[in-house]
């Protein structure tokens, strides 16, 4: 989907908006999805008890987490859209496959839910392999898509007394906000990440999962790497 001169560019996505007054991402923000993040009905969630599904959880369940191993559920924000005909793809749900984001099971995601990746790539560009970004920047990363619901959505928030990463469908990772900070209305304005973790803008999100595109293309030999065989972290020395 990308090309290797782009990853290879040593235009940063904050100085292009700089230079342009417009990133790389402006399309995609100008049509950000109005639907409310959280994990949909269906996703397991890593437990005290194991794989649960999300939509069975109970406040005082304990949920293992990515930076503070197990900890309590302290409250559940659980929306529910009724209506499923012209809904804007925009809106759409996203499918990962098996494994595209280290998920043993294949996952739906909300557009809007933000999800951790860790790469090479992430640690050379912004400093930390670990970075949190929107699902909806994925878009067609390996066989991450759009899929027309079929039906009712059930969107549920799972709320900790900390900002917390958790673990989904034997592997992925997604957010999850803190009771604190986390309410309805943060949920329908879109304000997912405040506290502990900061999510990459979509300017920083689309250039990092370019990157990744381009880093999985020389892997598998689809495109030649100009460095002779230097780590993919040579492409943005």
């Known amino acids: 989907m990308f090309g290797l001169g782009k990853a290879a560019s040593t235009t940063h996505p904050r100085a ?14 100008k049509a950000m999805p109005s639907v409310v993040p959280g994990m949909l009905a269906g996703t397991k969630v890593a437990t005290a008890k194991g794989w649960c599904p999300v939509e069975s959880l109970t406040e005082g369940d304990l949920v293992l987490t990515f930076d503070r191993g ?7 924000t659980k929306v529910r859209t009724s209506a499923i005909q012209n809904v804007p793809q925009a809106e759409w749900p996203l499918f990962v496959p ?9 996952l739906m995601l909300q557009p809007t839910q933000p ?6 790539a992430a640690e050379v560009l912004y400093g930390d392999p670990f970075a949190l970004i929107d699902a909806f ?32 469908n034997d592997g992925a990772l997604v957010f999850c906000g803190s009771v604190r900070e986390m309410s309805v209305e943060d ?28 880093a999985d293309a020389i892997e598998d030999g689809v495109l030649h790497d100009p460095h002779g065989g230097q780590t993919y972290s040579a492409l943005f020395a």
């Open 16 to 29: 292009l908006r700089q230079e342009t007054g417009e990133g790389l991402g402006a399309d995609r923000i």
């Open 70 to 76: 197990l900890q309590p559920l302290r409250r559940l």
């Open 98 to 106: 098996k494994d595209a984001l280290d998920n043993a099971h294949p």
């Open 115 to 120: 999800v951790m990746i860790e790469s090479d």
């Open 137 to 168: 920047t994925l878009e067609g990363y390996r066989g991450i898509a759009r899929l027309e619901p079929q039906g009712p959505i059930e969107s549920i928030g799972l709320c900790f007394d900390q900002d917390e990463v958790v673990f989904v």
């Open 187 to 214: 949920l329908l304005t879109g304000d997912a990440t405040p506290g502990t973790y900061t999510k990459l803008d979509a300017d920083e999100a689309l250039y990092l999962v370019e990157c990744l595109e381009t």
